[in-house]
């Protein structure tokens, strides 16, 4: 923005501020200007081309006041956002936005909120924390499991002379209707099914067991009450349904055949190791994820922090959100969610809550930490992380992170980078001053050293 926002921040109780924000007026002025322009493409004013009305033109016509509301409706949100990280505020949840009077010629525009911010944490000692680490393994259960399902993917469906059993696979032809209705696509003709894959509604799968090739069958079944299709809830459906094939899975044998197939190995052997190591690997990769989240958590019980019931809940509600923003890149609704899964929101919500609580102690400890170590990240180190950040467009170029970071600063969300840094080195610095010991060693103090205990 040309001109800086003022704004003035009152601390309140349960974590929660009140901002009062002070819009200059040539800000106000731009965006009155800015909405006329952009009213203006869609009126038709004689004497003028359509899309071509001066923003003056558009003021005059509808009056000062209504094109300032539309454009105060279409920054305040800019502007809600621009006080929030000029004030340097770690928000959360929604705001509670009071809009003043709009303002006259040359006056700048003043409106207020309030909303919770990150608790503070009053720091314990976080040096030297004694913390339960594992040593990574890989059990041969799990490398016969990776195997198995290899196996699997290499499997081959292969026609038999036989009546159908579970596990089996059948070609079949079948028709639903209701009260003698066809059912919308329940008709389908060389339709591959399993028996025992549990994909089809109660009995259709066990109404054919022990079929055979050829063989017709008529099913009377019943939708389940809460069945996808409404229509269909709790009703009673016949099914006519013809056998074309009984096909039997064959899994290759485990020889060294099956290893250059499934993964290009010579032997077996050779394919056991590879797996190995890429478990163990990932083990590795998991070892240390819990070992910094077990840091993290015994410096949060080491700190005071009072996290306000609100702020957890609304933490639960971004979280709850942000999943269902991304299942919706997916192509997955939030009812079909919560169909698929058998809850209700209200019941996600509720056990969103411990995580929530969880990840705001952990916040408010690491902020403390960037506080006391007084923490700031430099501008080589900025670019060093956007460095390792970066990732291909979709037009597969890499973008240049010395130009991010020039945009990030003159966008002036370079501080955000700045405070992500600095909370990624002071967990590195936690972590750096915790000492692992074995899980055996710290079960054996846990039971030692009870809640209250002297």
Same mark, same amino acid.
């Given at each position: 923005?040309?001109?800086?926002?003022?704004?003035?921040?009152?601390?309140?109780?349960?974590?929660?501020?009140?901002?009062?924000?002070?819009?200059?007026?040539?800000?106000?002025?731009?965006?009155?200007?800015?909405?006329?322009?952009?009213?203006?493409?869609?009126?038709?004013?004689? @004497?003028?081309?359509?899309?071509?009305?001066?923003?003056?033109?558009?003021?005059?016509?509808?009056g000062r006041e209504a094109v300032l509301d539309e454009a105060v409706r279409d920054?305040?949100?800019?502007?809600?956002?621009?006080?929030?990280?000029?004030?340097?505020?770690?928000?959360?949840?929604?705001?509670?936005?009071?809009?003043?009077?709009?303002?006259?010629?040359?006056?700048? /525009?003043?409106?207020?909120?309030?909303?919770?911010?990150?608790?503070?944490?009053?720091?314990?000692?976080?040096?030297?924390?004694?913390?339960?680490?594992?040593?990574?393994?890989?059990?041969?259960?799990?490398?016969?499991?990776?195997?198995?399902?290899?196996?699997?993917?290499?499997?081959?469906?292969?026609?038999?002379?036989?009546?159908?059993?579970?596990?089996?696979?059948?070609?079949?032809?079948?028709?639903?209707?209701?009260?003698?209705?066809?059912?919308?696509?329940?008709?389908?003709?060389?339709?591959?099914?399993?028996?025992?894959?549990?994909?089809?509604?109660?009995?259709?799968?066990?109404?054919?067991?022990?079929?055979?090739?050829?063989?017709?069958?008529?099913?009377?079944?019943?939708?389940?009450?809460?069945? @996808?299709?409404?229509?269909?809830?709790?009703?009673?459906?016949?099914?006519?349904?013809?056998?074309?094939?009984?096909?039997?899975?064959? %899994?290759?044998?485990?020889?060294?055949?099956?290893?250059?197939?499934?993964?290009?190995?010579?032997?077996?052997?050779?394919?056991?190791?590879?797996?190995?190591?890429?478990?163990?690997?990932?083990?590795?990769?998991?070892?240390?994820?819990? /070992?910094?989240?077990?840091?993290?958590?015994?410096?949060? #019980?080491?700190?005071?922090?009072?996290?306000?019931?609100?702020?957890?809940?609304?933490?639960?509600?971004?979280?709850?959100?942000?999943?269902?923003?991304? %299942?919706?890149?997916?192509?997955?609704?939030?009812?079909?969610?919560?169909?698929?899964?058998?809850?209700?929101?209200?019941?996600?919500?509720?056990?969103?809550?411990?995580?929530?609580?969880?990840?705001?102690?952990?916040?408010?400890?690491?902020?403390?930490?960037?506080?006391?170590?007084?923490?700031?990240?430099?501008? #080589?180190?900025? %670019?060093?992380?956007?460095?390792?950040?970066?990732?291909?467009?979709?037009?597969?170029?890499?973008?240049?992170?010395?130009?991010?970071?020039?945009?990030?600063?003159?966008?002036?969300?370079?501080?955000?980078?700045?405070?992500?840094?600095?909370?990624?080195?002071?967990?590195?610095?936690?972590?750096?001053?915790?000492?692992?010991?074995?899980?055996?060693?710290?079960?054996?103090?846990?039971?030692?050293?009870?809640?209250?205990?002297?």
């Amino acid at each position: 923005m040309a001109q800086e926002l003022k704004t003035t921040v009152t601390e309140l109780p349960q974590s929660r501020v009140r901002v009062e924000v002070e819009v200059p007026s040539a800000e106000v002025s731009k965006a009155l200007e800015s909405a006329a322009s952009r009213i203006g493409r869609d009126m038709r004013v004689p @004497g003028f081309r359509k899309g071509k009305v001066p923003a003056p033109v558009v003021i005059g016509q509808l009056g000062r006041e209504a094109v300032l509301d539309e454009a105060v409706r279409d920054r305040l949100g800019r502007w809600f956002s621009t006080a929030v990280r000029d004030a340097q505020l770690a928000s959360i949840g929604e705001p509670e936005i009071s809009i003043g009077e709009l303002p006259g010629e040359r006056e700048p /525009f003043t409106f207020s909120f309030e909303i919770g911010v990150r608790p503070a944490a009053e720091l314990g000692e976080w040096r030297g924390l004694e913390v339960a680490r594992r040593e990574p393994a890989v059990e041969d259960e799990l490398i016969d499991s990776q195997i198995e399902q290899a196996r699997e993917r290499l499997a081959r469906l292969e026609p038999v002379e036989r009546v159908a059993a579970a596990g089996d696979f059948l070609v079949i032809d079948y028709s639903g209707s209701v009260d003698g209705e066809p059912i919308e696509g329940a008709q389908a003709r060389a339709q591959l099914i399993e028996l025992g894959g549990g994909g089809l509604i109660p009995g259709f799968e066990e109404g054919l067991l022990g079929s055979s090739a050829g063989e017709q069958r008529t099913l009377e079944l019943h939708f389940p009450d809460d069945y @996808g299709v409404p229509a269909l809830a709790g009703q009673d459906a016949i099914f006519e349904i013809t056998v074309s094939e009984v096909r039997e899975k064959l %899994l290759p044998e485990l020889d060294d055949d099956f290893a250059l197939d499934a993964a290009g190995f010579d032997t077996l052997a050779e394919l056991r190791e590879d797996l190995r190591t890429k478990l163990l690997e990932a083990d590795e990769t998991a070892v240390e994820r819990e /070992f910094r989240e077990a840091v993290i958590d015994a410096a949060a #019980d080491a700190a005071t922090v009072t996290v306000p019931e609100p702020l957890i809940e609304a933490r639960a509600k971004e979280a709850w959100e942000q999943r269902l923003h991304a %299942l919706s890149h997916r192509g997955v609704s939030k009812d079909a969610y919560l169909q698929i899964i058998g809850s209700t929101e209200e019941q996600m919500l509720e056990g969103a809550r411990p995580s929530a609580e969880r990840a705001l102690r952990a916040e408010a400890v690491i902020a403390a930490i960037v506080a006391q170590e007084a923490i700031e990240p430099s501008d #080589d180190e900025l %670019l060093a992380a956007l460095e390792r950040s970066v990732e291909p467009d979709e037009s597969g170029r890499v973008p240049d992170p010395a130009k991010l970071l020039t945009q990030l600063r003159r966008s002036g969300r370079l501080d955000d980078l700045r405070a992500d840094v600095a909370a990624e080195q002071a967990l590195d610095r936690l972590v750096s001053a915790a000492v692992a010991i074995s899980p055996e060693r710290a079960a054996a103090r846990e039971k030692l050293w009870t809640p209250g205990s002297e």
